[in-house]
């Protein structure tokens, strides 16, 4: 096996890992809540702690990896959010629970910035998309883990031990990592950066006068905006409309997340590779026309009172959701130089989430406590509640859109 190869299976690995720790706690939130007595805002917020703390943390590892061994710097973060997933297992209180998720945000920053760049240096742009859908297949794989195998665990021997199963696999894969070759920086691209010798600060223009930058950056806010709330909430409305149990509800939306992504990921790829040597844009198109798709479908699987309507409606627009995420990613990290990449990377990590998942949690949840104080409760609350998701699903296709009608240069 090639380093290249091994590396991206590494990485792959340590992506799944990433999402089963971040989605554990979605699958538990209803016997967690009920134990620490946390209202739905509080809940929301645990995702506004975690990714506050990531996506601060990300500009800043993505500074030192345009500098320093990345593999290490990547070892390091998961080995620190297994340790915090693990850890809290042993909390009893709200405040130390938010201090374990925001270790974990310090953690997946290391990786999250990192991990991109270095699958950019080890493969020619050609083969990128190709690869990144392999990477990317990680979220959904790792997220159905993180609900089926959580809820599964929390059944059965409660939410404590979900979090210790979910942490220690990332210690293994932080050792591995430890001693991997860091590929060269700009190796395979197709055109030498010629501004690498350029002081930093300069060589930022090439970020945030990016207009395929800007536009993916617009875009994966708006949809992180969305998957983020979704991937929160979805299990807690499956149980609180239809009566479908901690475990039942982690296991089911698990195997849909599974399943779609694996569908919607490959075939977002696929498509992407083979229509691009045409079409330069066609990731960009392709990404963009599902998401405009997508939006009905999650929004008939929020009104919809029928379970098995529900189900089938959450798995069609989670599998559109999906298609987006390899064509994008792949844009985003190949139309920066190499000498900027994982700043670059660390930028975006940073506004998606500043604008995106760290906000969607705790908002839906707000509006569901003021619904549910209105007299509009159980999953009927929470389900209008979702609906925020529906605008920013349409914003998402429509920034690609525009991306996608103007010349493939900066």
């Not at 938010?98 to 083969?127: C, I, N, Q, W």
């Not at 709330?229 to 609180?240: E, V």
């Amino acid at each position: 096996m090639t380093a290249a190869r091994r590396l991206l299976l590494l990485l792959t690995g340590i992506n799944l890992v990433n999402y089963l720790d971040r989605y554990v706690v979605a699958a538990v939130l209803e016997p967690l809540g009920k134990e620490l007595h946390l209202t739905d805002a509080q809940l929301g917020r645990l995702t506004l702690v975690f990714i506050l703390v990531y996506m601060c943390a990300a500009p800043a590892f993505g500074y030192l990896a345009d500098r320093f061994h990345r593999p290490r710097l990547v070892a390091g973060g998961v080995a620190l959010w297994s340790l915090a997933t693990a850890g809290a297992a042993f909390i009893h209180s709200y405040p130390a629970l938010l201090v374990m998720r925001s270790l974990v945000g310090v953690g997946e920053a290391a990786y999250a910035t990192l991990g991109p760049a270095m699958l950019a240096d080890g493969f020619p742009e050609a083969e990128r998309a190709k690869k990144f859908t392999w990477f990317y297949l990680a979220i959904p794989v790792g997220s159905a883990f993180g609900y089926g195998l959580g809820g599964l665990v929390a059944g059965s021997w409660g939410w404590r031990a979900a979090f210790m199963v979910a942490g220690i696999p990332g210690l293994a894969l932080a050792a591995w990592m430890a001693f991997q070759m860091d590929p060269v920086r700009g190796g395979m691209d197709a055109l030498p950066d010629t501004d690498a010798a350029e002081p930093y600060l300069k060589r930022l223009r090439h970020i945030f006068f990016n207009r395929i930058w800007l536009a993916c950056t617009a875009s994966y806010v708006a949809y992180t905006f969305a998957m983020g709330a979704l991937s929160m909430w979805s299990p807690t409305l499956l149980q609180r409309r239809f009566a479908v149990s901690t475990a039942k509800a982690g296991l089911v939306f698990g195997g849909l997340a599974v399943v779609t992504g694996i569908l919607g990921t490959f075939l977002g790829g696929w498509l992407t590779d083979r229509w691009q040597r045409r079409w330069p844009d066609a990731g960009a198109l392709l990404s963009g026309l599902t998401l405009l798709a997508a939006a009905p479908i999650v929004g008939w699987a929020l009104g919809t009172s029928s379970l098995h309507l529900a189900y089938l409606s959450f798995f069609v627009g989670m599998f559109l959701l999906f298609v987006n995420t390899s064509p994008v990613n792949a844009l985003t990290v190949s139309c920066l130089p190499a000498s900027v990449r994982a700043t670059g990377v660390g930028v975006n990590v940073l506004l998606i989430h500043l604008m995106g998942d760290a906000i969607s949690p705790e908002l839906v949840g707000r509006r569901a406590d003021a619904l549910h104080a209105a007299g509009l409760g159980g999953g009927d609350g929470l389900a209008r509640a979702l609906t925020l998701v529906l605008p920013a699903i349409l914003i998402s296709g429509l920034a690609l859109w525009w991306a996608r009608r103007r010349p493939a240069q900066a």
